[in-house]
């Protein structure tokens, strides 16, 4: 066989493409990732690591009204809501299952995320969300001012309600990334690095991927390609509704632990415990952008958030700052599926907020996808890549 020649090449190498590469090495198949700079050098490495798989949806979110169900699959609820529970389920054997391939430690936390209202409004939105999740049989607590005070001591007397998500943990997102990345290494799949991928065209049963340092040849192709991946698909002929939203985020460092679980407030603002007495205090949201500059505003904004949540902050000490792009549908549901007019080329992309929680069910998916065995119990009707009905060129 020829030495560029694979089975499949998937053009990205963050959390999402690291997965599919993974679950498609475990079985043989022939995997080339393609990655235009480092591994996860994009947003897989900016992201706080939340498995939010209740935290941040819930029925008034517009990714879940947005879902035509009852659906055949998922009768009672919709689509998207067992698609990320399962999807945080796989975590757990996943953690162990990387660590003893690669010696990774993807950092898995599972102390819970405690959603905070500090207002009124807040406070009623707050117990709708709570409401939803003890009807889909989740597992919830609904806390007053006076239980968060015994539960998290150092958060802000000055709130009006909470609601406690036991089951949404979190990981460090960079090791999971290059976890997945190890992994799918170990079981033979190939990663080239600052390899962009200009285009790709049809020859044959084949595709042929041309590439800054060259070409590659595959069988099938998967574009991961986050915030980039509508860009790239253009090329194909495929519009999709996609744009890119930066959020900022920073790490200070604590002399003690001051939380044990995740703080999320209404407002967007999360403040997550990581190793080494860290904290990490996330995100902005700026749309239309695929600048990653770290602003004042951006930075200020964050640390006035996070001193409202969490008072003793102030005195915690400043380490790093950074940005990274998400990838925003015009519904905020993911596309997974197959490209509309070239058979054989897969589309994972647009995970948004969540693309850390969803990694390990995309690559599953993905791979079954590849294998011509289906998406078995998803119905994958709301990630269509043509619901959007876009114009198509060719
Ligand atoms: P990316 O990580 O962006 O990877 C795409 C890769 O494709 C990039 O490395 C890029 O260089 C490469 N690429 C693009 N074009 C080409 C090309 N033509 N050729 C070769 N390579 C190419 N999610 C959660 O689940 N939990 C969180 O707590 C969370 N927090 C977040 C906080 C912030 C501040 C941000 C920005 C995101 C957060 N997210 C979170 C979202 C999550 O980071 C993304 O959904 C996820 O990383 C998307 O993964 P991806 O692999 O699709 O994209
Ligand atoms: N999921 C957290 C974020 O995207 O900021």
Same mark, same amino acid.
């Given at each position: 066989m020829n030495g560029n020649h694979y089975d499949v090449a998937i053009i990205g190498g963050g959390v999402i493409g690291g997965s599919i590469a993974f679950q498609l090495a475990k079985r043989n198949v022939r995997v080339v990732v393609l990655e235009k700079d480092r591994i996860a050098s994009e947003a897989s490495s900016a992201a706080a690591g939340?498995?939010? /798989?209740?935290?941040?949806?819930?029925?008034?979110?517009?990714?879940?009204?947005?879902?035509?169900?009852? +659906?055949?699959? +998922? *009768?009672?609820?919709? +689509?998207?809501?067992?698609?990320?529970?399962?999807?945080?389920?796989?975590?757990?054997?996943?953690? %162990?299952?990387? $660590?003893?391939?690669?010696?990774?430690?993807?950092?898995?936390?599972?102390?819970?995320?405690? $959603?905070?209202a500090l207002t009124e409004e807040e406070?009623?939105?707050?117990? =709708?969300?709570? %409401?939803?999740?003890? =009807?889909?049989?989740?597992?919830? #607590?609904?806390?007053? !001012?006076?239980?968060? /005070?015994?539960? %998290?001591?150092?958060?802000?007397?000055?709130? =009006?309600? /909470?609601?406690?998500?036991?089951?949404?943990?979190?990981?460090s997102a960079p090791d999971l990334s290059l976890a997945f990345a190890k992994a799918s290494i170990v079981y033979g799949a190939e990663w080239q690095e600052f390899t962009e991928v200009l285009d790709v065209a049809q020859e044959g049963d084949d595709y042929r991927l041309r590439t800054n340092h060259g070409t590659v040849h595959a069988g099938a192709v998967v574009v991961a390609a986050g915030a980039w991946s509508a860009l790239f698909l253009e090329k194909t002929g495929l519009s999709l509704s996609m744009y890119p939203v930066k959020g900022e985020c920073l790490l200070v460092k604590v002399e003690k632990p001051i939380i044990q679980t995740t703080v999320f407030a209404k407002n967007g603002c999360y403040i997550v415990p990581k190793k080494g007495n860290r904290l990490l205090i996330g995100a902005t949201s700026t749309p239309y952008t695929f600048d990653k500059k770290v602003t004042v505003q951006g930075i200020m904004s964050l640390l006035e958030r996070a001193q409202q949540l969490l008072p003793t902050i102030r005195t915690a000490e400043w380490e790093r700052a950074w940005?990274?792009?998400?990838? #925003?549908?015009?519904?905020? !549901?993911?596309?997974?599926?197959?490209? *509309?007019h070239y058979k054989n080329i897969w589309i994972a992309t647009g995970h948004y907020r969540n693309g850390i929680l969803l990694s390990p069910i995309t690559g599953v998916i993905i791979a079954d996808l590849v294998e011509g065995k289906g998406s078995g119990e998803f119905d994958l009707a709301p990630f269509s890549l043509t619901r959007h009905q876009a114009t198509y060129t060719v």
């Open positions: 939340m498995l939010g /798989a209740q935290s941040e949806f819930s029925n008034e979110h517009p990714l879940i009204s947005s879902m035509a169900y009852p +659906c055949e699959k +998922c *009768p009672s609820t919709p +689509c998207f809501i067992p698609f990320a529970l399962k999807s945080r389920d796989m975590i757990v054997p996943l953690a %162990e299952e990387l $660590k003893e391939l690669t010696g990774i430690d993807i950092g898995l936390v599972q102390k819970g995320i405690l $959603k905070i406070n009623e939105a707050l117990q =709708r969300n709570y %409401e939803f999740w003890r =009807r889909m049989e989740q597992s919830v #607590q609904w806390l007053s !001012v006076d239980d968060v /005070a015994v539960f %998290e001591p150092n958060v802000t007397k000055n709130l =009006r309600g /909470a609601m406690y998500l036991p089951n949404d943990g979190q990981v940005a990274g792009i998400r990838p #925003q549908t015009g519904d905020g !549901v993911p596309y997974i599926g197959e490209h *509309p």
